[in-house]
């Protein structure tokens, strides 16, 4: 490019540091951006698109947004998933010799946002970190600059980084500029497809690097003291992700207080598969908050406590203490009406402390922001006086973290005024009474306005010229303007300033006099009130911990009330918690489809799990008769109490579970270019290697992704290693239309089998939604595609069909199903001989059987079970 202006050679170079970026180079009062930058910010942002040099052969295109207005474009840029750097000048024109100098700023990421028009309040907004360690570990840091969240964590695998990653939804990513994304293993590699990712050097990924930023930030002396010392993977993550934070917010974080490491045992482990297939957060199908779990119980007062209960949901615990502690308080406020509704009153006009903290931090928040803070903290007294009769543990607790702030309340009530305007260089901010140098300065001001009118009567008198009249202008400053047709009449001592199409401008000793004083004052008054304004802020940011844990305290208890709004609503039971391996449910009832069937019953259910009798619950039944709603709701039912919820049922007791699994649905991903059945099988594979005694599977239609046979089979045999495998012993709800499996109730003794009762009336299939002990005999399959709209000649010619198989009479031309194995008459396949006589199965399992490979254990084992099997 031949435009080799001083300018533009300026914006190449400065460009030059931030080539993912776009840059924002502010010209007066514009920001302009050029070349590539322009053509995709003018695309984005719909504006138009002009260029520099037009028609010279060495055009230059380029747009531009005006500076106060360009929240919305940085905010529209972001969503689209760019990066925006922001190039101010940093020296005064005036003051310039040749171009003035420029600086970027700030780079705002769409993982670093504090900009309120970019975030959406009931969503954290996360960047996250990923190192990679020794041998599988991989370090996960991540932070919400907006609220000063910053935790920590290191995991095993890929394929556990994969699914806290996709827990913790980041908005951006961050990773070494070392790590090919090709070579990445498939799990992350998945993960970070469907994300942005950003690169910081290599460098930054080092131990000692990260510990001096850390202890820096955290005033710790080592990684031992931040808890960070046996996690170095997790170490050089956090690292990284402060380091890109101060790369390009440029700015002190005196919000962020503190690193919280955890270890994911301390939660109740769910796979991606999972959480999708519970629709905990997020809908299956839109995606979208209203359907799910978190839709369902969200009655929170603030957006922090909106916030926290996503968290609480999406990481329940699997401590008693912790757990009981949590329902302690729901009960205690699901039992104190009033209370409850007082409190909820008081959460309703506190603003968002955690991002307030966070703007206040980062020296972003204007004059409103701090009267917002100030008509919060006014709430506060009252609400802990309503806090504190109660008695559950945590409530308690609760009444000592939230700090009613005094201090900063009364400092910003004496320098604050009501309602102050949006901007901070234009004065009326500070109150009257702050600061004795900015009252009498504004005396003088206000003098002064009153003196113009005195002055304008006085000269009107003196020259009698009725419309004369005195005016300000920026450029010129006061002046007194007489009209061409009184020129006239002006006296003497009038210094002509200025002159009109139709009038002239004049000046006097006096005027003059005035508006040195007056001007003076005014420029005096929006810079200190400026200073003034910043030393508040400041004041204010010093206390960012103690505003931190008050928004907690207030962010739990919000949590725990909209709980007990709930429970009181929906008639929900305080689950009876232990460490147990039993789940024993009455009238059990599906959060979400409760809530959506408006005026229709939702018929309850029991359901008995242990380790004992009832490990694996083979539930077989009709199309749509309630498997896959029954099997979810046990889920969600041990997730909630282990989230601190009480649950939909009329009594619950739940044995804690440290990991749920769910193999549900045909869940399409053929976007990743998996096949649905590849991706069952693969979902499966994973549960079987995770599970253990202590997990909840649910396993809805294993295997009917693929032919009948194989699909048996498979289902078969992976109910069996659940019941069979010592170290896989989890308690499982099984859905199957095999109705095969319904047999291995006969030789495993910790299988029971159970349907959902139907009532046939007239051909007509009545679902009853009661989950009874036994098994089905068929799948009105039939009659449930008629109720879906199926042409009656199909629905007829089915029924001809199935007779005919049922029957085993054929018509030529017509299904076979056992001859479609033609192929092995002789040698039939292990899943014909499953459903033949005991003493074929006994022979089956001697057969397969290798002696040179049993422990004696496992020969005593099987010992047993042959003898069962007879
Ligand atoms: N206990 C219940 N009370 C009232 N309605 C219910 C109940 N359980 C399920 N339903 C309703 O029945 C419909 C079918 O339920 P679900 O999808 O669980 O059936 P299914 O047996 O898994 O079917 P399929 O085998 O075809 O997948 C759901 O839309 C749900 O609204």
Request: glycine share 8%.
């Amino acid at each position: 490019m031949a435009d080799q202006t001083p300018m533009m050679r300026q914006y190449l170079e400065i460009k030059s540091g931030y080539p993912d970026a776009i840059l924002f180079f502010r010209m007066g009062d514009f920001y302009e951006m050029f070349l590539d930058d322009a053509l995709t910010a003018s695309r984005i942002l719909d504006i138009a698109l002009t260029s520099r040099n037009k028609g010279s052969g060495d055009e230059i295109p380029f747009c531009g947004v005006p500076f106060h207005s360009a929240s919305p474009y940085i905010a529209k840029l972001i969503e689209s998933g760019r990066k925006v750097a922001i190039c101010e000048q940093v020296e005064d024109p005036k003051q310039a010799k040749g171009i003035v100098r420029r600086e970027v700023v700030k780079v705002v990421t769409p993982g670093l946002l504090i900009e309120t028009e970019s975030l959406s309040p009931d969503e954290n907004n996360y960047l996250l970190a990923l190192s990679q360690g020794a041998g599988t570990t991989w370090g996960c840091a991540w932070l919400d600059l907006s609220t000063g969240e910053f935790r920590v964590t290191e995991l095993a695998g890929a394929a556990a980084a994969a699914g806290e990653a996709a827990c913790i939804a980041p908005r951006e990513v961050l990773l070494a500029d070392t790590l090919e994304l090709d070579d990445l293993p498939a799990d992350l590699r998945a993960f970070l497809g469907e994300r942005i990712v950003s690169r910081a050097p290599g460098w930054v990924f080092e131990r000692d690097y990260a510990t001096s930023l850390l202890c820096g930030q955290f005033g710790a002396a080592s990684a031992e003291a931040l808890g960070l010392g046996a996690m170095p993977a997790g170490l050089v993550a956090a690292g990284a992700a402060l380091y890109y934070l101060r790369e390009n917010r440029k700015s002190a974080i005196p919000h962020i207080r503190d690193i919280k490491v955890y270890e994911r045992t301390e939660h109740l482990a769910l796979d991606p598969a999972t959480r999708r297939n519970l629709e905990i957060t997020a809908t299956m199908a839109e995606g979208k908050k209203a359907g799910s779990l978190l839709g369902c119980l969200d009655r929170t007062a603030t957006a922090m406590g909106a916030r926290r209960l996503k968290q609480w949901l999406s990481y329940p615990l699997v401590g008693l203490e912790p757990i009981r502690r949590r329902l302690e308080a729901v009960e205690e406020l699901l039992e104190a009406a009033d209370l409850r509704e007082e409190l909820t009153a008081h959460l309703r006009e506190i603003a968002d402390l955690e991002r307030l903290n966070g703007r206040i931090g980062m020296a972003s928040a204007s004059g409103r922001d701090l009267r917002a803070l100030h008509d919060s903290l006014r709430r506060l007294p009252q609400l802990l006086e309503r806090l504190a009769p109660l008695q559950a543990g945590l409530l308690h607790s609760l009444a000592g973290t939230i700090d009613p702030l005094d201090d900063i309340r009364a400092l910003v009530e004496r320098g604050i005024v009501e309602s102050p305007p949006f901007s901070l260089r234009e004065g009326g901010i500070i109150a009257t009474g702050h600061n004795a140098e900015l009252d009498e300065l504004r005396a003088i001001s206000h003098e002064g306005k009153g003196f113009i009118a005195r002055l304008e009567a006085q000269e009107k008198a003196r020259t009698g010229i009725s419309t004369l009249k005195i005016r300000y202008n920026r450029v010129f400053g006061y002046s007194i303007e007489v009209t061409k047709s009184n020129l006239g009449s002006v006296p003497a001592d009038y210094i002509r300033r200025q002159t009109l199409a139709n009038a002239e401008r004049f000046i006097t000793e006096e005027l003059k006099n005035y508006e040195e004083k007056v001007l003076g004052a005014e420029e005096r008054i929006c810079d200190l009130e400026y200073a003034l304004f910043q030393e508040i802020r400041e004041q204010v940011a010093a206390q960012a911990e103690r505003i931190c844990r008050t928004a907690d305290g207030l962010a739990v208890l919000d949590v725990l009330i909209s709980l007990a709004i709930v429970a009181g609503e929906r008639n929900y039971c305080k689950p009876q918690m232990d460490d147990t391996d039993v789940i024993d449910i009455r009238d059990g009832r599906h959060p979400v489809i409760e809530a959506m069937k408006l005026g229709e019953r939702f018929v309850p259910n029991d359901t008995r799990l242990d380790a004992d009798e009832n490990q694996i619950l083979m539930i077989t039944g009709p199309n749509m008769a309630g498997k896959s709603t029954y099997m979810r709701q046990v889920a969600l039912i041990c997730l909630m109490a282990q989230a601190g919820s009480f649950v939909p049922a009329a009594e619950a007791r739940i044995g804690i579970a440290d990991r749920i699994f769910t193999r549900v649905g045909a869940g399409d991903n053929l976007a990743r270019g998996q096949s649905t059945f590849m991706l069952e099988m693969m979902e499966a594979a994973t549960i079987l290697r995770n599970a253990g005694p202590r997990s909840l599977i649910v396993m809805d239609e294993i295997g009917r992704g693929t032919s009948t046979f194989d699909g048996v089979s498979i289902a078969w045999a992976v109910a069996e290693y659940i019941h069979d495998t010592p170290g896989c012993r989890a308690r499982t709800l099984f859905a199957t239309h095999y109705h095969e499996l319904t047999e291995l109730a006969a030789t495993r003794e910790r299988i029971k089998n159970f349907t959902v009762a139907v009532r046939e009336w007239n051909d007509q299939v009545i679902f009853l939604r009661t989950i009874i002990p036994g098994g089905a005999s068929h799948s009105y399959g039939i009659q449930v595609a008629r109720l879906a709209g199926m042409p009656a000649d199909v629905i007829e010619r089915a029924k001809e069909i199935l007779r005919n198989l049922e029957h085993g009479e054929f018509e030529e031309g017509a299904p076979r199903l056992a001859k479609s194995k033609k192929s092995q008459p002789q040698a039939p396949s292990p899943q014909f001989s499953l459903f033949e006589s005991t003493e074929d199965q006994l022979r089956l399992r001697l057969k397969k059987l290798s002696i040179a490979t049993l422990t004696p254990l496992e020969a005593l084992n099987l010992l047993d079970e042959l003898k069962r099997m007879v």
